[in-house]
T-cell receptor, first 114, second 112 residues
Framework: GENVEQHPSTLSVQEGDSAVIKCTYS??????FPWYKQELGKGPQLIID?????GEKKDQRIAVTLNKTAKHFSLHITETQPEDSAVYFC?????????????FGKGTKLSVKP | DGGITQSPKYLFRKEGQNVTLSCEQN?????MYWYRQDPGQGLRLIYY???????QKGDIAEGYSVSREKKESFPLTVTSAQKNPTAFYLC???????????FGQGTRLTVV
């Protein structure tokens, strides 16, 4: 089945700098890759997603890139702000026996220092 | 407002007791999911349901049970057979198998 690896597990940046989180997946049949942001004590919220027919997608300060050949995708946050501090999860859609269920990475704790 | 509501936010259980976590959605979504989250871990799938009166085991179903008698409700019971139940539990729903998932705010279960 699908396996998603996420790096780094923790990331600390200065306010205004960029942050990059990387994920790799194992199932070449996966074709949907969402990113979720989880604030302390809350449920994850979808912040951006990308499908396999697109190489890059951008939404204001957030962008996601996908390399299907290498089977990896990345989240890029530019001009980071303290409110970007949270845990970020990547995920990939598994088309195997799980009927399209999401397989999640283990998360990256991002800290943005003022 | 449409959304997913999990209750309670915090739950304490004595060892050997069963407890039921509530998940209700008014998004008219067909699919509902239960995940378990432990510190430093990703979200692990416990059970999911694609349609009323049908549900499937996820990756870590042992010690848990669910029901799906109504479209809007998908309660999770943590039984005494679950050896390490202390965790953060998340419920999610999707309009369809290939649609994006929306999460509730979670229930933190602690065994005392």
């Amino acid at each position: 089945g699908e396996n998603v690896e996420q790096h780094p597990s923790t990331l600390s940046v200065q306010e205004g700098d960029s942050a990059v989180i990387k994920c790799t997946y194992s199932d070449s049949a996966s074709n949907y890759f969402p990113w979720y942001k989880q604030e302390l004590g809350k449920g994850p919220q979808l912040i951006i997603d990308i499908r396999s027919n697109v190489g890059e997608k951008k939404d204001q300060r957030i962008a996601v890139t996908l390399n299907k050949t290498a089977k990896h995708f990345s989240l890029h946050i530019t001009e980071t702000q303290p409110e970007d501090s949270a845990v970020y999860f990547c995920a990939a859609r598994n088309y195997g026996g799980s009927q399209g269920n999401l397989i999640f990475g283990k998360g990256t704790k991002l800290s943005v220092k003022p | 407002d449409g959304g997913i509501t999990q209750s309670p936010k915090y739950l304490f259980r004595k060892e050997g007791q069963n407890v039921t976590l509530s998940c209700e959605q008014n998004l008219n979504h067909d699919a509902m999911y239960w995940y378990r989250q432990d510190p430093g871990q990703g979200l692990r799938l416990i059970y999911y349901s694609q349609i009323v009166n049908d549900f499937q085991k996820g990756d870590i179903a042992e010690g848990y049970s669910v029901s799906r008698e109504k479209k809007e409700s998908f309660p999770l019971t943590v039984t005494s057979a679950q050896k390490n139940p202390t965790a953060f539990y998340l419920c999610a729903s999707k309009a369809g198998v290939m649609m994006e998932a929306f999460f509730g705010q979670g229930t933190r279960l602690t065994v005392v």
